[in-house]
């Protein structure tokens, strides 16, 4: 079926030790964020977010709440979206977060240079203070995993925040009780998650719906990590673009997952739960409403649960991983042929 590494069925991999303490350091890193935001010499007026694969995915949440919250314009690219389009907009009032985990994504390094050429604030979000991202250019924020760079992203879109003058105490607590809270959130998971890799590891096309601060980690599971790692035909849809066709492949012999949160966009959600129910097989709803998050404000838990998601992905594939037998570690093309 691939070439990936198989290694036939077996046990699920542990929740990885350092979730909390990853996410705790990324969380020590606020003065120095908040420090440097507030310092650029020149007023923000459009801030771009870059990144490739599930570096771009990761933005999603930050966009979400910079989309909710700020008053200058934001943008999302692609790494060479950006470059090869070139906005001329971007310039000395522009800000611009780079977003590399290994920091060896040529596209994303090629990027971020382009913009600090052009006089743009630049920050990398990388987890390698020695890799090619970090150092070619000026400023970087380093985290120790991918649910640490969450953070990271959180705390500059907070600061960003706060330099516009709006007061993000509410916000900046429910980010420190999130290791903790998310950890919770991974535990209570893993049945759900068991359930869910066995019933679907062999569907033709795996479909997950999710809509808003979800959507990153709704395509990171499908992109990452049923194509890239498990070699599956799959496709994130939109709640709401669903409806615009999508919808006409479903019958009673389809198996989908949809990722409902607690944002404004949620409505979209309960509106595919409606049809699914109605007119699918079997439906699998992870709702961000089962999750405790203990510490998390009522009031705040739409802006923690895109980063409870994005974790909660990594274990759902990890479970596949197990019933599959592919690890995760295995590619047919990605690093192993010119490209």
Known sequence: MTDGTYLGPGPVAQIPEDVVSSQEHALQLWPQIDNHIAGLDHPIHEVFLVGAGGSFLAMVPAQYVLDLHSNVPLHTYNSDEFYYRSPPRVGKHSLVVVLSGTGNTPETIRAGQWAQERGAAVVAVTLKADGPLAQSLS???????????????????????????????????????????????LESFEPQAAAIASAMKDVPVTNVLASGPLQGAAETFTMCYLQEMQWMHAATINADEFFQGPFEVIDKTTKSIVFLGEDNT?????????????????????????????????????????????????????????????ALEGRRYMWQVSY
């Open 266 to 326: 949620r409505p979209m959600g309960e509106r595919v739960r409606t049809f699914l129910d109605t007119y699918s097989g079997e439906t699998f709803y992870i709702d961000g409403r089962q999750f405790g998050l203990p510490g998390v404000a009522e009031s705040e838990r739409s802006y923690v649960l895109p980063l409870v998601f994005h974790a909660l992905v990594a274990r759902l594939a990890a479970h596949y991983a197990a019933v599959r037998g592919y």
């Open 139 to 185: 400023t970087s924020f380093v985290a120790t995993t991918g649910q640490g760079s969450q953070i990271v992203l959180q705390l500059v879109a907070l600061a960003v925040l706060k330099r516009q003058g709006l007061d993000v105490s509410l916000m900046s607590s429910a980010l420190s009780a999130t290791p903790k809270a998310l950890y919770e959130a």
